[in-house]
């Protein structure tokens, strides 16, 4: 037993398996640079920075779903003494058109989300901000503020929104299309109402399936029906989750001859800045971004949030740094959430339950403001995961008056396995098929296909080890023992398994490498990944220091301020990072070796390539006169150009030409952009496991036992990925269990916005010996062999558990999730299923 | 008006260091003053800024009311004894388990060390609606948001709604009243003690109020008698998530069994109306029946009379018929070996 009362893991694969054979750094554990500030509380996030004369400033967030400010009343508020100044939506600059990475232009859309606004669309759309010297005299200010609304109509559940008469959530529509090209590529608000007839079938719990405006299809799907020996067709909702950071989007902001200072969390360092200048409508060179913690993003982060240019523009105006604390209420409100869909499914499988054909439909819940397309991603990842030879989907997204959505670990990913995988578990009870043998079969391997084709062609995946982790996962999970068991119930208690695949995107390529050789002889790499808590801010770049041969203690990882010149570097979103940043940390570390073996040859003679690195030296083949690496870097500071900064490769981005010329004469100043071939897209997979134990008498139920199996590639840093994917695991274990959202459909508001109402789980949630493990089988596509990993576990965590529990109860309990108690128990004892599916947020 | 959370309101502190200092205090002050046992409900409150009391009465610097001591007839608890220290104590947990394990499963570690006995059985109602800030009957409005077509009463009451349909949240009040606790009380007119079910008020009563403490009162300390040191306990919480959480439903009993048949028996549920219930009828009716599941069963039917579901509360019906059941016949263990 260890101090804590855990049990080191027992079973096979467990803490004794040791990964990155043949490396040095790749593979193993390390304490990184940042653990000791972590875990002392010397860490400072957002809140934790003051400045010389700082204010406070509070938001007044709109109490109703929807309304036009008729009037605001200030006076009162603004004569108390402390109050400096009100913020309201007119002083928010328009927001600027963007240019995307091929330099096209992205226009702002008229429906796009301002940080404050004279037309809210929920309830908890930040409406005012207050600034005073405290917050004490803020809140007294806010409650002497009178405003004066007129009530619009409003809509909470998308199905309302879709019927016949039903309320639109602004007053130009309600659904959002995607036109074709050459259109503009935003998506277009519009209205769509289905008619009576489409929902004929509500009333029994099915979801209506009129008009959608997404859709595509592949293969005979009528031909893969007519086939099949079983077709199922079910109905099941997915919950909204709000991303509850432990971080709430506090920022604090000041400026310095005519520098805008902006402290805030990020998923993403370097990207942030960009954004800052696009909501701020600025030059991006005026803006510092310093975000050296960030306490959690999963998707609601992934440029920091839109509300911390308020702050800047408070401080703007005053001329004082402002700081902007956001409450865990606020943060329900404007902190990003999933939308849920509601899926319809039909399925076709064939006796030894291949699948033959998928017809599938979702109904996104959107949300304010912009467009989610997690109903099409949801269709992407189950055309990849489950390789269906015929598929049919049509998806649309709904405008409601509830908090705004963004991306949320696995995207529409999660929703799509959780409405899949229910369905898949029925199936192998009626034909059967045992269930890992059921997911075997339908299992996509290596080069495999997704989504609709394209002009003929449909994208495919780097690699896929997916069918090897299921099985080494059924047999370190003892499967068919525990699968075998009978009876599943005995007293009061009935147990099940679970399980469950799960993939999600894992890697882009195309970003910069950026490091300094200092004339001390330190390898500096320069970091512009948000360190969000993943700490792939510091472990890709194990793979640099990997490649240079040099032994860990002599690198340093420098981060978290846009003003210590970073290089161009993706968004940590769509779990790219590990795989985009340690081949572009590969490539600057493979273009220093050769600047070393140039120097070297201009220093002591010969050619580059007579010249070989290796222990902080770059010296001749088989010996002989060589540099340290210290002496190299003085050596480069004296030949300038190109290799101390002063000039700079073509190659790579402008912005990193930017950062090389300000690091210039520091030492060895090395650029590289990742340009290694990369056939496919990359994605990560897990084959998920749970067993579960229900008491039949109280519908509680405990999670006994949990496995996630990942093919990751390449095991970069074995603690931080056991820490990915056991906790986005219990991520997607949370839509299971009981994380939710609870709204008053009459009045339009939530009434659960604290912790303990909308539930997230707790650490006592999970099984305490919760297992993971990696086949460590690099993928072929990258140097480095290293895909990502955030987001593939969410939805093996959720559907794991979901099938585990139907696997103890029955089919016919539960057709939403969350699932508890309540849902188990009236289903118990009516012997069929009691909540009505399409009925949420209760 | 606009309206903001999160920022706790100006108000004078006032710390005194016993009881007697602390209940001039209290009726000095009359309805301005707000009593602080451990702060897990005042903090909610005043952070959300819908109580703005002018002085605040912090009772933790109070020696004399903490600490659990051994009297002529069982223990006395003083209110403001921490819930971790009822949950370890050694007496307890061998004569009173009913209390120590209702203690346990309170809230969270961290709230147990924090939270005291005095302040659970004290506390507010967790409506959702309430806590919020609607103006409902309980915050002296005129109607109830949880108790319409649509509204959201899933953790509500299946008994006792009178206008408000909020239940009570402690986890300790089902405990006491089935171990016949006696709570002490200083009043303005001295000492009164009453017994732990007339503690409570529901809404037919004061529909504001979830005690009977009035201004000036002051919970000093709760008695257990010995007469059911040692019965046959039987304490179980119902909840979502494993950890601090509030009941979705729990149920307390003490039994005493003689030659195998009830001789005695205390039962009390929670969570199902807006104050703990001491089902009566089922102890009348188990009386001198055999303690097994038989009885168990005719007791959970028998408690579940009357209940009226809400729109989405139906649940709370079998979930208490099976936690009574329970509570007398014991629950059927699983015995897989694997």
Redesign the interface.
């Known amino acids: 037993m260890l101090e804590n009362g855990r049990k080191e893991a027992s079973k096979p694969g467990g803490k004794d398996r040791q990964y990155g054979a043949g490396y040095k750094l790749i593979g193993k554990n390390y304490p990184t640079n940042d653990l000791l500030a972590k875990v002392t509380g010397k860490a400072k996030y957002a809140e934790d920075f003051r400045a010389e004369g700082m204010l406070f400033c509070?938001l007044?967030l709109s109490?109703v779903p929807h309304a036009r400010i008729k009037s605001v009343h200030l006076d009162d508020a603004l004569a108390i003494p402390g109050v400096k100044a009100i913020l309201t939506a007119d002083d928010i600059p328009a927001p600027a058109d963007s240019l995307n990475d091929n330099g096209t232009v992205i226009k702002a859309s008229k429906w796009g989300e301002r940080a404050l606004t004279n037309e809210p669309v929920y309830m908890g759309d930040p409406i005012?901000a207050v600034a005073a010297v405290d917050?004490?005299t803020?809140?007294e200010a806010?409650?002497?503020?009178?405003?004066d609304f007129e009530h619009l109509p409003f809509v909470i559940d998308p199905l309302e929104s879709l019927r016949p008469g039903g309320p639109n959530a602004r007053e130009d529509g309600n659904v959002w299309v995607r036109p074709e090209p050459p259109n503009p590529p935003i998506p277009q608000l519009t209205e769509v109402k289905w008619t009576e007839q489409d929902f004929a079938e509500y009333d029994q719990g099915r979801l209506p399936m009129g008009h959608a405006p997404d859709e595509w299809s592949l293969g005979d799907i009528d031909a893969g029906f007519k086939n099949a020996a079983l077709i199922l067709d079910e109905t099941f909702i997915t919950p909204d989750v709000s991303h509850q950071c432990l971080e709430p989007r506090t920022a604090m902001a000041y400026w310095q001859n005519g520098k805008l200072f902006l402290h805030s969390g990020t998923q993403s360092t370097f990207q942030t800045k960009p954004a800052i200048a696009k909501w701020m409508n600025m030059d991006v060179d005026k803006i510092v971004f310093i975000s050296e913690y960030t306490g959690g993003g999963f998707g609601s982060k992934i440029t920091g949030g839109l509300t911390m240019i308020i702050p800047a523009l408070l401080s703007k105006k005053l001329n004082a740094p402002v700081m902007m604390r956001i409450?865990?209420?606020?943060e329900h409100c404007i902190g990003r959430a999933r939308p849920s869909l509601a899926g319809r499914m039909k399925i076709g499988f064939a006796k030894d339950g291949r699948i033959t054909a998928i017809d599938m439909f979702t109904v996104c819940n959107s949300g304010a403001y912009d467009a989610q397309g997690d109903g099409a991603s949801a269709a992407r990842i189950v055309s990849l995961l489950y390789q269906p030879p015929a598929m049919r989907q049509r998806a649309i997204s709904v405008m409601t008056n509830t908090p705004p959505r963004s991306a949320q670990s696995a995207p529409g990913g999660m929703q799509g396995i959780a409405i899949i995988e229910p369905i898949l578990s029925k199936a192998a009870r009626k034909l059967g098929v045992d269930q890992v043998a059921l997911r075997r079969v339908n299992c996509p391997e290596g080069k495999a296909e997704f989504g609709a084709a394209v002009k003929g062609k449909r994208g495919h995946t780097t690699s896929c080890f997916l069918k090897e982790a299921l099985d080494r996962g059924a047999a370190q999970f003892n499967w068919q023992?525990?699968a075998a068991?009978q009876p599943k119930r005995?007293?009061?208690?009935a147990?099940g398994v679970g399980v469950s695949l799960s993939c999600y995107v894992g890697g882009t390529v195309g970003f910069d490498g950026l490091l300094v050789i200092t004339p001390q002889g330190r390898v500096q790499f320069q970091s512009g990944i948000g360190n969000l808590g993943t700490e792939s801010v510091i472990d890709v770049h194990r793979a640099g220091a990997e490649a240079l041969g040099v032994p860990w203690e002599v690198c340093d990882v420098v981060w978290g301020d846009t003003s210590k010149h970073l290089p161009y570097t993706c968004a940590s979103g769509g779990s790219q990072t590990t795989h985009a940043m340690s081949r572009a940390s590969f490539a600057v570390a493979n273009e220093c070796k050769q600047k070393l073996k140039e120097i070297a040859a201009k220093s002591l003679g010969g050619k580059p390539e007579d010249y070989e690195v290796a222990n902080q030296r770059v010296f001749r083949k088989g010996g002989g006169a060589g540099l340290s690496f210290a002496q190299a870097a003085q050596r480069a500071i004296q030949l300038g150009g190109i290799y101390d900064g002063h000039d700079v490769t073509p190659d790579v981005n402008k912005q990193t030409k930017a950062s090389v010329a300000n690091l210039a004469g520091q030492g060895l100043v090395v650029s590289a952009k990742d340009k290694y071939p990369h056939d496919g897209q990359t994605f990560s997979y897990v084959a998920s496991f749970a067993e579960v134990?229900v008491d039949v008498?109280?519908?509680?139920y405990?999670i006994l036992d949990f496995l996630a199996y990942a093919d990751v590639g390449t095991v970069m840093h074995p603690a931080a990925l056991g820490g990915q994917i056991l906790g986005r695991t219990t991520l997607g274990i949370a839509h299971a269990?009981?994380q939710k959202w609870?709204?008053?459909?009459?009045?339009g508001v939530p009434?659960?916005?604290r912790?303990?109402?909308n539930?997230p789980?707790?650490i006592?949630?999970v099984p305490v010996d919760m297992q993971w493990e990696a086949l460590d089988i690099p993928d072929p596509e990258t140097p480095v062999g290293a895909r990502g990993v955030g987001e593939p576990p969410v939805g093996g965590g959720c559907a794991a558990i979901l099938n585990a529990l139907s696997d103890a109860v029955g089919d016919e309990i539960f057709r939403r999730a969350p699932v508890?108690?309540?849902?188990i128990?009236?289903s118990l004892?009516a012997r069929r299923p009691?909540q009505h599916p399409l009925m949420a947020?209760? | 008006?606009?309206?903001?959370?999160?920022?706790?309101?100006?108000f004078d502190l006032l710390q005194p260091s016993s009881a007697a200092d602390a209940q001039k205090l209290l009726q000095q002050h009359g309805e301005e003053a707000w009593v602080m046992a451990g702060g897990l409900d005042s903090f909610d409150w005043l952070k959300d800024?819908i109580k703005k009391p002018k002085v605040l009465v912090d009772l933790s610097g109070i020696d004399e009311l903490k600490g659990i001591r051994t009297t002529g007839d069982g223990l006395e608890i003083g209110a403001m004894t921490t819930l971790t220290e009822i949950a370890n104590h050694p007496v307890i947990k061998a004569q009173y388990g009913v209390l120590s394990d209702a203690v346990s499963v309170i809230a969270?570690p961290q709230i147990r060390n924090q939270g005291t006995l005095g302040g659970n059985v004290s506390q507010d109602a967790r409506c959702?609606?309430y806590r919020?800030g609607w103006p409902c009957y309980r915050a002296g409005g005129n109607i109830c948001?949880a108790d319409?077509p649509?509204?959201?009463n899933?953790e509500h009451a299946i008994f006792g709604a009178n206008r408000c349909v909020a239940v009570h949240p402690s986890d300790a009040a089902p405990a006491l009243i089935a171990l016949d606790a006696k709570f002490v009380i200083q009043t303005p007119k001295g000492e009164r003690t009453v017994d732990a079910e007339d503690y409570f008020l529901g809404p037919e009563i004061d529909i504001t109020h979830l005690n009977i403490l009035q201004s000036g009162d002051l919970l000093t300390a709760i008695r257990i008698p010995s007469a059911w040191s040692g019965a046959k306990f039987y304490f179980?919480k119902?909840?979502?998530?494993?950890?601090?959480?509030?009941a979705?439903m729990n149920v307390a009993s003490a039994m005493v069994v003689l030659g195998g048949n009830i001789d005695r028996i205390r039962i009390a549920v929670s969570a199902v109306a807006p104050k703990p219930m001491r089902l009566k009828a089922v102890e009348d009716a188990v009386h001198g029946k055999p303690a097994d599941a038989t009885t168990g069963a005719m007791a959970g039917n028998l408690a579940v009379q009357g209940a009226v579901p809400l729109q989405?509360?139906?649940?709370k019906i079998?979930?208490m018929r099976?936690?009574v059941?329970?509570a007398i016949g014991g629950?059927?263990?699983?015995?897989?070996t694997?």
């Open positions: 509070r007044v109490p005012l917050e004490l803020c809140a806010i409650e002497k503020i009178r405003i409450s865990r209420e606020e023992e525990k068991r005995i007293g009061t208690k147990r134990e008498e109280t519908g509680k405990h269990i009981g609870v709204y008053d459909p009459h009045y009434v659960a916005k912790f303990y109402q539930r789980p707790t006592l949630d508890n108690s309540d849902t128990l009236t004892e009691m947020h209760i | 008006m606009a309206v903001i959370r999160d920022v706790m309101p100006a800024r969270s959702w609606y919020g948001y319409t649509v509204g959201r899933r179980e119902v909840r979502d998530r494993n950890v601090w959480d509030f979705l989405f509360n139906a649940y079998p979930l099976n936690l059941k329970r629950v059927q263990e699983a015995t897989w694997s």
